[in-house]
């Protein structure tokens, strides 16, 4: 019940807000988002420095991307961002 009355308070607090004339949300998404690729790519550079040779080399050698997951994961390759290697991230990555 308390869930309720907490969304019904901040629903009024955030109307009462807008009444006033306060501006509500980010008055420049575009840009936000923009930084927050770019701190995400950053951080993964080093990750992406160390798994690209290795993901190039795999593939010259005929392994699926599938497979190319499997043995980063095996070889004890961190992923990009602490989430689990794909073969999606892997296609990206190897499309630059």
């Known amino acids: 019940m308390s869930g309720i009355r907490f969304s ?4 009024a607090a955030l109307a009462a807000a ?19 690729r ?10 992406r420095e160390k ?6 080399r795999l593939k010259g050698e005929g392994m699926t991307l ?4 499997a043995a980063l994961t095996a070889e004890g390759v961190p992923p990009l ?3 689990a290697w794909h073969p999606e991230t892997l296609r990206k990555l190897l499309a630059g």
């Open 81 to 83: 961002r602490g989430r």
């Open 18 to 36: 807008k009444a006033r004339g306060v501006q509500l949300g980010n008055p420049n998404p575009a840009a936000a988002a923009a930084l927050g």
């Open 8 to 11: 019904l308070r901040t629903t």
């Open 66 to 69: 599938r497979a190319i997951a």
């Open 38 to 47: 770019a701190v995400l790519a950053a951080e993964a550079a080093p990750t």
């Open 51 to 56: 798994a690209l040779p290795i993901i190039q």
